[in-house]
């Protein structure tokens, strides 16, 4: 596949290889958080994406020292490597990779086609909950490198009229037009204006990924984003509605493409499409 990092990717043959090694945890990370209920890699546990990683009084993620106490729970020490799946062709999994990466866990891996493929290639599943002697995890430190916030990308706006910065919008074309504010099939809610950043590219996650949910070919992967002007000498930013689909493309871009700086916004269009004195764009690309 020629990727960039290839390590940080596994099959999941891979993870059905591991499913015993004690230097391993895997975690289950699904839009829908009941699903692992209902069976679940064995030895997988389940992290809520919602619970276990915002800040329950404030539009903020846990500090660092209340995701080493997750860690410790989960059985998680610094050496420790984490592999992450779940549901929507991993977004949330990647969402969750994008946060342990910001947060400086090293040790971490997605299985490619997550919870689909699993399923669909009839490997096991269990309704067995495990548990783990208590990991040991000294918190790390905060990579300001991957995340961008709305002033950031505010000021992104004349590196990308310079040419030096680039916008990717991984949101539905519908999405990006304005015409809708959320994905099509779900309920229109949650922001008060419909467009996109001025002068995002439009290139939907999903065009990064087969049939079966697995990664495109790097050179498949390559050619997409030049398509549209996105190249790794630019600073590149990315984002959608709240920052699940714009962390698998993240994924791509950093990992399989190499890009040395990309960034997410997980403030995405949620809060973008709300906020006073900001610009928007609505219709096609130009």
């Known amino acids: 596949m020629s990727y960039a990092n290839p390590d940080v990717l596994v099959s999941t043959d891979w993870v059905l290889e591991n499913l015993n090694n004690p230097e391993v945890r895997i975690l289950e990370v699904n839009e829908d958080i009941l699903l692992y209920d209902t069976g679940h890699i064995p030895g997988s546990q389940k ?32 050496d420790t490597t984490i592999v992450l799946y779940g ?13 342990f990466s910001y947060n400086g866990h090293q040790k971490l891996k997605l299985m490619n086609g ?23 995890y000294t918190p790390g430190q905060r990579d300001p490198n ?34 809708k504010t959320h994905m099509p099939e779900y ?32 050179e498949e992967l390559r050619a997409i984003y030049e398509s549209k002007g996105i190249t790794p000498d630019k600073e590149v930013i990315a984002y959608c509605r709240i920052a699940e689909r714009s962390s698998h493309s993240w994924f791509v871009l950093k990992h ?3 890009f040395p700086n990309v960034k997410n916004y997980d403030g995405s269009w949620t809060e973008w499409g709300n906020a006073v004195g900001v610009p928007i764009e609505k219709g096609a690309e130009k």
Not at 49 to 76: M, N, S, V, Y
């Open 87 to 99: 549901d929507k062709n991993n977004w949330w999994a990647a969402y969750a990779f994008w946060f």
């Open 187 to 218: 309920p229109q809610e949650g922001v008060l204006r419909g467009g996109h950043i001025p002068g995002a590219k439009n290139i939907p996650w999903a065009t990064t990924v087969n049939a079966d949910g697995t990664f495109k070919s790097a």
């Open 47 to 78: 992290i809520d994406w919602q619970a276990d990683l915002w800040d329950d009084t404030i539009r903020e993620f846990i500090q660092p020292h209340e995701l080493a106490a997750l860690f410790e729970r989960l059985g998680i020490s610094n």
């Open 146 to 179: 991957l995340r961008a916030f709305r002033d950031e990308v505010l000021a992104h706006l004349e590196k990308v009229k310079a040419g030096k910065g680039a916008l990717v919008d991984v949101r539905s074309p519908a999405e990006f037009t304005g015409e």
């Open 114 to 136: 997550g919870r689909i493929k699993w399923i669909q290639e009839n490997k096991p599943l269990t309704t067995e909950v495990p548990t783990y002697p208590k990991g040991s």
């Open 256 to 258: 399989l493409l190499g």
